[in-house]
């Protein structure tokens, strides 16, 4: 092992936990840096509150002077907490946290200081937004953008700054983030769903899509990730062949957390109750320093700021334990890589959950309507719902190691996908006999028994059916869930206005209610049987039969993105106003650009490795067994008859794979050097890059690989997956 690594290896172990000592009871910190509705209340006027209250409730814009008293409470009580700053904070499309910040500092005539902040600063803001990707908006425009307050989501400190959380949009209106199309998605969700409740209870006046998601990371030590660049600077290892051991003896899944990943995990924990986040559950995961955390759900939009949240608090509080998280879908070759469910559900204001089967049959037949609607949204939008998690992460994890695969499908699990089959059986265009409908009522009462006992899971499903809720379980780990949440809230929407459309056609020509939703409640079943899938979403007969029922089976990002522009996703998204035609083609063109520059980035690193790293070395390495030889051959020329061959066949397997790799490399470069001189258009260029740049990345790897195998481990220059993987 080399002098590096093995110095990096010894300040593992010197490490002292910090944390537990320090801990603090949950229910005492929870919510302690937030500015909650509960502290509004002390911090405004009773009548301010009164107004503010019914402002959020009927979702209408506050005025300027309510604006100012909040901004006043907001800074009385951040200040109180001794925060300095304030930053409106947003989602840009990138896939991070913004946030600048500003003091409170104001410098009155007399020249002395106070902390000011109004409820201009509050409602809006003004930063610049030319640095942050915008698909050619901003270039026809100007530069600004405006950030303005979502009083949905409540204010924090973090850092001694209060963060307020604000949507962001161009200053033609057009939006350059996840927050504001995702609020609109799930405003249409809300509509849409009461509208269908309401055939079944008329007290429902609100539905709130919920999420919650599970984040899983790798942790790997401070010390080991400096001495890999490919770390570093693409967030996976581009090299290292896989360690004797790592997942196969299953010994790492829900075993006992090392001392060391614990205090961080407590750390973590302690933050996010302050920050309000509500994380119940953590255990190691398959791979070896992989692990997950998830919190118990939230309102969607609440849900997506926590996360986001979450994973920039992680990365700072992992440096106070001297690790560094991993985000990355597919940091290491060979191994699991990381997700992020999505488990995701309805839920009135009544407090039902409406994909939990109920305690009745009316109940239970709504259930079945949400249900269907989903199913059936999935159907419609498979494809777009592929192209809102793919990434050049996320493509090289999806599909294999426990990932699911990239076709989607949903599960439904056997008895579920029994009490539907029966309904298509049974219910016709015919009107019903009574008898007919009481033992149809009679089983679709059953449900909730029947579900009781149904644990079947299959984990190859990218979109399961968990009891309660559906796990959308494609969404990569690095991911803004924002992404994925705009596409299935919207989806559902347009699935449950169609519902309702055909249900009260049906009314009106005078069938009655309960079996018009019978009726309809089987169109839709018998309609998304194409993308109902119980089996093993891993073989090659899944693959051939998913194209057959016109499913997607692309696998590369290029190509799934494509799905956003397309006549469908327009229709869904444009005529629900959840994005213009602009925002769509402009987002189209990001994720585009992203890829390829996340790919151009990777392929330079590996060039730069593979020439100044790996070649260098095995040339040293080949230097010293052709001394050996000349060596050999002088001083015991019989040994050397005898095994000289074995020495000159690895030095010349040595010598073929440094020449394969640079020939790759060279080869690599003028793929890229083409590419970019010969597409001006991002996505053409992004499709070239897939196409003749990525193909390169595993050849050249392969033989690197097979060189870590054959070169001394004391001159290898990087610290080797049995290192990354297993300090801790
Ligand atoms: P598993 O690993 O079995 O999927 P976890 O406990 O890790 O289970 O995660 C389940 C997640 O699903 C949690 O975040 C939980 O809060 C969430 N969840 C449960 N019910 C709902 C619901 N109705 N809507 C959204 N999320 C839910
Ligand atoms: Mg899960």
């Known amino acids: 092992m080399s002098k590096i690594r093995f110095s990096a290896l010894e300040t593992v172990a010197s490490r002292i936990p910090v944390g537990p000592e320090t801990a603090q009871r949950a229910s005492v910190l929870f919510g302690a840096d937030v500015f909650t509705m509960e502290k509004m209340r002390l911090y405004l006027s009773g009548e301010a509150y009164r ?20 901004a006043a409470a907001m800074k009385a009580w951040a200040v109180e907490k001794g925060a300095t700053h304030y930053t409106h904070w947003f989602h840009p499309l990138n896939g991070s946290t913004a946030e600048k910040h ?17 409820g201009k600063l509050l409602v809006q803001q003004e930063p610049d937004a030319s640095s942050f990707p915008s698909g050619g908006i901003r270039n026809t425009f100007e530069a600004r953008g405006y950030t303005a307050w979502d009083p949905g989501s409540p204010a924090f400190i973090n850092n001694k700054t209060l963060c307020i959380p604000t949507v962001f949009v161009a200053y033609t ?11 609109k998605a799930l405003a249409l969700i809300d509509k849409a769903a009461v509208e269908i409740c309401q055939y079944f209870d008329k007290e429902v006046k609100k539905v709130s899509a919920t999420l919650g998601w599970e984040q899983e990371y790798f942790l790997i030590d401070e010390a080991l ?23 196969q003896l299953e010994d790492h899944y829900f075993g006992s957390i090392p001392e060391r990943i614990n205090a961080f995990m407590d750390e973590l924990e302690q933050v996010c109750y302050r920050l309000g986040i509500p994380v119940k559950t953590r255990h190691n995961e398959c791979a070896p320093n992989q692990f997950e955390l998830a919190p118990i759900f939230e309102e969607a939009n609440l849900a997506v700021d926590h996360n986001q949240l979450l994973m920039s608090t992680m990365k700072r509080v992992a440096r106070h334990h001297r690790f560094r998280v991993l985000l990355h879908e597919k940091p290491f070759k060979g191994i699991n890589g990381s997700g992020k469910h999505n488990n995701w559900s309805l839920l009135t204001d009544t407090g039902v959950n409406l994909l939990s089967p109920g305690k009745n049959p009316k109940s239970n037949m709504q259930f079945l309507v949400f249900l269907v609607a989903t199913v059936r949204a999935v159907l419609e939008h498979e494809a777009l719902l592929k192209a809102c998690i793919v990434s050049l992460g996320n493509e090289q994890r999806l599909g294999g190691d426990e990932a699911p695969p990239t076709i989607m499908s949903v599960f439904l699990g056997r008895y579920l996908a029994g009490i539907l089959d029966e309904i298509e059986a049974k219910v016709g265009t015919e009107k019903m006999s009574p008898d007919e409908k009481t033992e149809l009522k009679l089983n679709v009462g059953r449900i909730p028994e029947i579900m009781r006992d149904n644990t079947d899971r299959n984990r190859t499903s990218p979109f399961a059916f968990t009891g309660n809720r559906f796990e959308f379980r494609a969404v990569g780990s690095s991911a803004n869930c924002g992404s994925a949440m705009i596409v299935l809230n ?15 056609a049906l009314i009106e020509k005078g069938v009655k209610k309960d079996e018009a939703i019978f009726q309809v409640l089987r169109q839709y079943s018998l309609a998304c049987k194409p993308v109902r899938f119980e089996g093993n979403g891993y073989s090659k007969e899944w693959r051939e039969e998913a194209a057959k029922r016109g499913l997607s089976v692309d696998t590369d990002c290029v190509s ?9 996703a327009r229709r869904l998204f444009v005529d629900n106003n959840i994005y213009t035609e602009r925002e769509l083609e402009a987002r189209y063109e990001i994720k585009n650009e992203i890829y390829l520059k996340k790919l151009q980035i990777e392929s330079r690193v590996l060039g730069d490795l593979a020439l100044n790293h790996i070649i260098p070395t095995a040339i040293t390495y080949q230097n010293t067994l052709i001394e050996n030889v000349k060596g050999l051959k002088e001083i015991l020329p019989n040994v050397y008859a005898e095994i000289g061959n074995v020495q000159l066949e690895s030095i010349r ?7 394969d790799i640079k020939t790759l490399v060279v080869e690599m470069t003028e793929a890229r050097k083409k590419a970019n001189n010969t597409y001006i258009n991002e996505v053409e260029r992004a499709q070239a890059y897939s196409d003749t740049v990525r193909p390169y990345l595993e050849k050249i790897r392969y033989y690197i690989d097979k060189l870590e195998l054959l070169v001394d481990d004391e001159i290898w220059p990087l610290p080797k997956y049995r290192e990354l993987l297993f300090s801790r």
Do not use: W, Y
């Open 51 to 70: 107004k503010l209250e019914k402002n959020m409730l009927e979702g209408e814009g506050i005025d300027r002077q309510l604006a100012d008293q909040v």
């Open 102 to 118: 500003d003091s409170f500092i104001d410098v009155l005539k007399d020249g002395s200081v106070i902390e000011s902040f109004d």
């Open 173 to 183: 209106g057009e939006a350059l983030d996840f927050k504001t199309p995702l609020l």
């Open 225 to 247: 990730f400096n001495a890999r660049p490919d770390l570093k600077l693409t967030g996976r290892t581009l090299m290292g062949h896989s360690a004797a051991k790592d997942q």
């Open 490 to 504: 919207a989806a559902v929407a347009e699935q449950l206005m169609a519902f309702k459309r055909e249900t009260d």
């Open 560 to 568: 799934c993105l494509k799905a956003f522009v397309s006549p469908k």
């Open 653 to 659: 397997e040595i010598s073929r794979h440094i020449a």
